[in-house]
């Protein structure tokens, strides 16, 4: 009977972790670092160096021992070293195809080849590499480093930036954007912005998730079904179009299996909260022509509290040497006056503290004393996250040489977090039984938090995700050809509750008449006291105020037709001239509905609202061996040209056309040179064309005074691309002399033109103190201004607003306009380097590796008119510097490994206080049973931060003390992991 396959050919040419392909020769020699160990996992390794696709049955394999490989030798030469003592040899069915046998069995039972598709990052053609740096993550390298999934694994890279559509900066000011209300996980690679990298899953677009769609949450994608992950550090829009402008993130699933394995991993953290629990089983089985795998994975990560940690358990941040950002609306609150100056409201009188707010005179309130109240009480740094998600994939060879493969993937993500507690300034008149006129006032204003009298506020939401492809590849008329159809379809949906419902609350202060048609009647139940710390309310009062809630849905879905054809045009010196063409067509659509009961006597529904168009595209590839094998000379081993480009039409936008020019240079084999150069843009989101107007309330600082502002926000039509060039230029060097070393350099520079960003937004918080937000921002004063008063009086009656009764039309300061424009430039430059040196010592294995990546430039136009910023080293924007250092000792069934984590701090830019480095140490512990009852069973202890090292001191005006977007206040984190192998 036939035997089944599996491939090791994942990504054997890629050139940020595998050695480069010199030349498409098995003669070609080459150097390999292989540790010793398992064999079904150096056979993936070797694939990667080698640039050979390995064949072999999965059972073939299993417990078999390899041993190390390092030195100069051909690929073939190679595979045979690395076969040895192992039992099992070769036969060559294609140039570059090896086929595993066990000679004992081999004549009893004829081997069946099983050939696939080999899927690359950064090029079209099978067999070529890429000409910008491409970083691969593996199973492996999620198991080595200590993390749960790959979501955790991208956002430990140091190339990512995780300020922006990360769970960790979602609730703390970091996230200037403001759109991960699902509290997703996308990559935003080099800082450019979450929507500018572009995830696609085995190659294919994926539904977005976010407010605004606009950014592919990698957290919905189960870790259990992942081989790995390409990270392609370039721009990619001439291959794969839109919003490829930081690069590319390509998550390749798995597509063959035979067995099953169970994972079990339970961990938290020393200092308490986020306590974990992962558990997945995956199996599958393979035929003669075809094979099917599924799997299954749950998720639990528990919250952590911002009160288990001193950065952020208090916004007084005196003791840790900063400020104290702590709300002046409070509890108990502060009688407030507006101050026609300022154009603010300012604290007049506190009202006492540890009192009933039963019986006060106007002489116990006291005057020039400020209440301050810790808007951090009660909230949660990290949400509550539960995830389900299952996987299946299959295929199945055709007749004529066509294969068929799909795969299918659900997730259902659920979430909960504690939020801020609402706060406001409450009108209260003589009409409620506790006014008490001070100085003879006719009526309050008070700034008031509603912590002890409702709590915090509560976020509760879900995520579920559906995607999956078909497709079928095959040859034909020597030309490789691969169709496919695929779609994705992500939900998200958000309650917020336990809010203040304002129009009900002016009728429990008396501020309006009773309503007949509601259940509350303040005579009976009582009027809400504002005075007290807190004062005695009835559970139908508190229940009546805080009925307020809000509830939105979007949901964004994608479906592509894809066409490629790649093959040999005709022979060049330096090999074979290739071509690469293809069709694509995508529909995309965004829908959002939602309902509102933060004021007025019912809740309001907003119409369900639907965005779609159509999106086709044409491309092509080229790649020139100009010198190679045949040709080649001393000092030019290989020169390889790369062409692409690539025209887009975005309905209601327009048309792009981006090139895309790459080099090789080998001037000896063990030393690779690349370049390229190309441009790229982001599409407008259809959130970001049509959304609607909306808007509503906010408080901000204007040089220390609070000023309550209105702010705008809403889609904009006539909005057109964002643009981008870039450059990467670097080297790969193995040398000889030095077996088991790898190092790799490269410089890269984007600049981002026409960027779309709501400028204010992000930086909101200090909106009215920043000169370069000018031009959004309208001062007005109602109170003394008729025109203003009419104006701000407009923008309180338009239904649009989604809290107009909160404050007087008095007492706005401010009208800011925070809707989307092309509006912001960004230039980046840096370098990434990488090295790894892999050794033996006695019967030992030795690894030793290191990734940095320092920014040169991080110049930031908010506007035209707006001077250039320079924002290295500035807190809530990439780091100059982040660099991961690891070793890794392997002695028998033991290994032991470690690493060191480097983030650099940098300077506040507001107060020029010095910001510290972040350094951590991570640990970890494996143990692999071999033989008896445990075969197949490993068991690993991860430590993350052993030294339990905080975050540095970083004074943010969100009122907690470190610098979310580059650090994180976990703590101490340790696992256990379980791996069985059936």
């Known amino acids: 009977m036939g035997q089944e396959f599996t491939s090791t050919a994942l990504a054997a040419l890629m050139l940020g972790v595998a050695t480069p392909v010199i030349a498409q020769s098995t003669e070609a020699v080459r150097t390999f670092s292989i540790s010793a160990g398992p064999l079904d996992r150096s056979l993936p390794v070797f694939a990667q160096q080698s640039g050979l696709q390995i064949l072999y049955p999965s059972a073939l394999v299993a417990g078999r021992q390899a041993r190390a490989l390092t030195g100069e030798y051909t690929p073939e030469a190679a595979l045979a070293e690395l076969l040895r003592g192992t039992g099992l040899t070769y036969h060559q069915s294609r140039p570059t195809v090896f086929v595993l046998v066990d000679p004992v069995r081999a004549e009893a039972e004829p081997q069946a080849t099983q050939l696939e598709e080999i899927v690359v990052t950064g090029t079209y053609l099978r067999g070529a590499d890429s000409p910008s740096p491409v970083t691969v993550i593996t199973q492996d390298d999620i198991a080595r480093q200590g993390r749960a999934t790959v979501a955790e694994t991208l956002a430990a890279l140091p190339q990512n930036f995780t300020g922006a559509a990360y769970e960790g900066s979602a609730g703390t000011g970091a996230d200037r954007t403001s759109r991960n209300s699902a509290y997703a996980t996308g990559v935003n690679l080099r800082g450019l912005g979450a929507d500018a990298t572009l995830v696609l899953v085995n190659g294919r677009r994926i ?27 370039d721009g990619a829009s001439a291959l794969y179009g839109a919003d490829a402008v930081g690069g590319v993130v390509n998550i390749i699933l798995k597509s063959r299996f035979d067995g099953a394995e169970t994972r079990l991993r339970v961990g938290g953290t020393s200092d308490g909260g986020a306590e974990e629990t992962l558990l997945s089983h995956s199996g599958g089985f393979n035929w003669s022509s075809g094979g099917l795998i599924a799997a299954y994975e749950f998720h639990d990560r528990g919250e952590l509290r911002a009160a288990d940690r001193r950065a952020t358990a208090n916004a007084d941040l005196r003791p840790l040497g900063g400020s104290d950002w702590r709300f002046t609306y409070a509890a108990p609150g502060n009688l407030m006056a507006f101050d026609p100056v300022s154009g603010s409201y300012e604290p007049v009188y506190a009202i006492p503290r540890n009192q009933n707010g039963v019986g006060l005179t106007p002489g116990d309130f006291r005057p020039g004393e400020v209440n301050l109240t810790n808007q951090m009480e009660g909230l949660w740094s990290l949400p509550h996250q539960r995830r389900h998600s299952l996987f299946v994939a ?97 939900t998200t949906g958000l309650t917020a509750s336990n809010r203040v419902q304002t129009t009900r609350l002016d009728e429990a202060l008396g501020a309006t008449p009773n309503n007949p048609s509601t259940p509350f009647n303040p005579a009976v139940d009582g009027y809400f006291n504002p005075y007290g710390d807190p004062a005695d309310h009835s559970p139908a009062l508190l229940a009546f105020i805080g009925s307020g809630y809000l509830r939105s849905e979007n949901i964004s879905t994608v479906g592509s037709f894809n066409l490629k054809a790649d093959g040999v045009l005709f022979a060049l010196p330096g090999g074979d001239l290739r071509l690469a063409v293809g069709l694509d067509y995508r529909q995309e659509r965004f829908e959002t509905s939602g309902e509102n009961f933060i004021s007025g006597a019912a809740p309001r529904i907003a119409a369900p609202t639907t965005f779609e168009r159509d999106v086709s595209a044409a491309f092509v590839e080229l790649r020139a061996p100009l010198v190679g094998p045949d040709n080649a000379r001393p000092g030019l081993q290989r020169l390889e040209l790369s062409l692409a480009g690539r025209i887009e039409d975005h309905e209601g936008i327009g048309q792009t056309s981006n090139p895309k020019v790459g080099v090789l240079y080998n001037p000896t084999p063990d ?187 991080n110049d930031r136009t ?121």
């Not at 407010?211 to 990270?231: H, K, M, W």
């Not at 960003?757 to 201004?785: C, H, K, M, Q």
């Not at 507001?910 to 991570?922: A, K, L, P, S």
């Open 207 to 233: 539904a977005g998730t976010g407010s605004a769609g606009d950014f592919s949450d990698i957290s919905n994608l189960p870790s259990s079904a992942i081989a790995r992950a390409d990270v392609l550090l």
């Open 394 to 490: 299959g295929r199945q060879d055709l007749p004529g040489g066509f294969s068929l493969d799909g795969d299918l993937r659900y997730t259902d993500r659920t979430y909960s977090q504690d939020s801020v507690a609402d706060i406001g300034i409450l009108f209260v008149t003589p009409d409620n039984p506790f006014f008490v006129p001070v100085a003879g006032e006719p009526y309050q204003e008070i700034a008031y938090s509603f912590i002890n009298n409702l709590g915090p506020g509560r976020d509760e939401g879900f995520s579920r995700s559906v995607g999956g492809a078909v497709g079928i590849t095959g040859e034909l008329a020597g030309w490789n050809i691969a169709a496919y159809l695929s779609g994705g379809r992500e």
């Open 671 to 857: 030393l690779l040179v690349r370049a390229s150069y190309g441009t790229s843009f982001r599409a407008p989101s259809l959130r970001e064309l049509n959304s609607a107007y909306r808007l509503g309330p906010v408080f901000l600082d204007r040089a220390g005074s609070n000023v309550i502002s209105i702010v705008q926000y809403g889609g904009n039509p006539d909005l057109i691309p964002e643009t981008a060039e870039s450059w990467t230029a670097g080297f790969v060097w193995t040398p000889a002399a030095a077996e088991g070393l790898r190092i790799e350099a490269g410089w890269f520079r984007t600049t981002f033109e026409d960027r779309i960003a709501n400028p204010v937004a992000e930086n909101l918080i200090n909106a009215l103190n920043d000169p370069t937000l000018a031009p959004f921002i309208r001062y007005v004063s109602p109170g003394s201004n008729a025109d203003d008063l009419a104006y701000v009086q407009s923008l309180l009656s338009h239904p649009g607003n989604f809290n107009p009764n909160v404050f007087p039309a008095t007492a706005y300061g401010a009208v800011i306009d925070n809707r989307y424009v092309n509006a912001s430039a960004l230039e980046v430059e840096g370098l990434d380097l990488s090295t790894r040196y892999r050794f033996t010592l006695g019967s030992d294995d030795i690894s030793l590796d290191a990734t940095v990546t320092h920014l040169l430039t």
């Open 862 to 982: 908010v506007t035209a008119a707006s001077p250039t910023e320079d924002l290295l080293g500035a807190p809530n924007f990439p780091a100059r510097w982040r660099g991961r250092f690891g070793a890794q000792w392997l002695r028998g069934p033991l290994t032991l490994g470690g690493a060191l984590n480097h983030v650099s701090g940098g300077r506040d830019r507001v107060n020029g206080r010095g910001i510290d480095d972040w350094i951590t140490i991570d640990g970890q512990v494996r143990y692999d049973l071999q033989n008896g009852w445990g075969e197949g069973l490993s068991l690993t202890l991860n430590v993350l931060n052993l030294t339990n090292e905080e975050p540095p001191f970083y004074d943010a005006p969100a009122g907690i003390g470190y610098d979310a977007a580059n650090t994180n206040v976990l703590g101490r984190q340790i696992s256990l992991q379980l791996v069985k192998r059936w």
